[in-house]
């Protein structure tokens, strides 16, 4: 009786053990968005049982260049207005489902002190870049290196 007992606490204990070994399934994949300025990762992460996770996306600077526009669309005389960010980050917890988890985390452009002077005009975000971003399972330390992204926005966006 003792080895019938014996045999489904190795079972449950190898199967917990197995299940405790967090992975990328797929990606950590950047990609930047020429509609918004923002950059996002997609991922897929599996073998981490129940316990909520933390995950965090750093960059090392952000770059947002903003442009005054008309009410009509037209760009006043003038240089672009450029925002730059140091050791910006993002993170949020999640808990797995079925011992795995599919996300996304975005970084999202930043207005900063930009601003238009003269009566009218509307700033509008022309472009956006992130540089040395890096992607993490923070709560079990696996780090993914995603370089520099970004880009124009198309059309340029407006910001309150």
Do not use: W
């Not at 009566?119 to 040395?132: E, N, P, Q």
């Not at 198309?154 to 309150?160: G, K, S, T």
């Amino acid at each position: 009786m003792k080895k019938l007992l014996f045999l489904p606490i190795m079972v449950f204990a190898f199967a917990s053990a197995h299940a405790q070994s967090p992975h990328f399934v797929r990606g950590p994949t950047g990609s930047f968005s020429a509609s918004s300025g923002e950059f996002c990762v997609n991922f897929k992460e599996a073998g981490l049982g129940n316990t909520p996770i933390t995950y965090t996306m750093s960059v090392g600077s952000e770059l947002f260049t903003f442009q005054c526009f008309t009410k009509s669309g037209n760009q006043p005389q003038g240089d672009p207005n450029g925002q730059s960010f140091s050791d910006q980050s993002v993170s949020t917890t999640i808990t797995p489902h079925n011992g795995s988890i599919r996300a996304s985390l975005c970084l999202e452009p930043q207005q900063g002190d930009a601003g238009c002077q003269g009566h009218g005009l509307r700033l509008k975000l022309i472009a956006a870049s992130y540089t040395d971003i890096t992607f993490c399972d923070a709560t079990n330390n696996i780090c993914v290196d995603l370089g520099n992204a970004g880009g124009s926005v198309v059309p340029p966006l407006a910001f309150p």
